[in-house]
């Protein structure tokens, strides 16, 4: 089973500032590698695929980056609607998995 | 535009089963898969398992393997996950999610059913 580690658990920023947030994988998932946004009492919303290709309607802001076991998402800078739970998930290899999260809260 | 509408919220006792339905439409059913999803108070996501919507095929997470079953009905474009002798610990947000076409990237989400397991 693919085990996903995110870094931060919290990240604690003000707005406009930029956020990188990390996810490893325990083996290789190529670039089968999705991001997805949760806001409080909402269901979660995909913002990147396959590690780079954002999702249609989200914002230039957001970019991911990575293959192989190393990932990243950054927000190159934060508006108040991005403090959110993020998540990552792999399709790569059964049984598909969700990495524990990102916070990202106002500082 | 696509839509997935989930069943309302169930109260189940423990060792009991459940089973959530998740109604699309406006697309071709068959053409894309499904994917289950749950979240436990306060916590992250759970993969529970996936469904080809055009074979059936399915493949479920390892941890509920044996008590989870996906299925879907072509003739009226909905999904079901039935979850079988549950605990307290199944209580949770169970969502559906279409895939985007690519095998495996939920895109389309349901708005979720609450299943709360006690005695």
């Known amino acids: 089973e693919t085990v996903l580690t995110q870094s931060p658990a919290t990240l604690s920023l003000s707005p406009g500032e930029r956020a990188t947030l990390s996810c490893r994988a325990s083996?290789?998932?190529?670039?089968?590698l999705a991001w997805y946004q949760q806001r409080p009492g909402q269901a979660p919303r995909l913002l990147i695929y396959?590690?780079?290709n954002r999702a249609t309607g989200v914002p230039a802001r957001f970019s991911g980056s990575g293959s192989g076991t190393d990932f990243t998402l950054t927000i190159s800078s934060l508006e108040p609607e991005d403090f959110a739970v993020y998540y990552c998930?792999?399709?790569?290899?059964?049984?598909?998995?969700f990495g524990p999260g990102t916070r990202v809260d106002i500082k | 535009q696509v839509q997935l509408v989930q069943s309302g919220g169930e109260l189940k006792t423990p060792g009991a089963s459940v089973r959530v339905s998740c109604k699309t439409s406006?697309?071709?059913?068959?053409?894309?898969?499904l994917t289950w999803v749950r979240q436990a108070p306060g916590q992250g996501l759970e993969w529970i398992g996936w469904?080809?919507?055009?074979?059936?095929?399915?493949n479920y997470a390892q941890t509920l393997q044996g008590r989870v079953t996906i299925s879907a009905d072509t003739s009226t474009s909905t999904a079901y996950m039935e979850l079988r002798y549950l605990r307290s610990d199944d209580t949770a947000m169970y969502y559906c999610?279409?895939?985007?076409?690519?095998?495996?990237?939920?895109?389309?989400w349901g708005q979720g059913t609450l299943v709360t397991v006690s005695s």
């Open positions: 999610a279409r895939d985007l076409g690519g095998g495996g990237v939920a895109a389309f």
């Open positions: 998930h792999q399709r790569s290899n059964w049984p598909l998995s």
């Open positions: 083996q290789s998932v190529s670039n089968y």
């Open positions: 406006g697309y071709t059913f068959t053409t894309y898969s």
């Open positions: 396959d590690a780079s």
């Open positions: 469904i080809s919507a055009y074979n059936g095929n399915t």
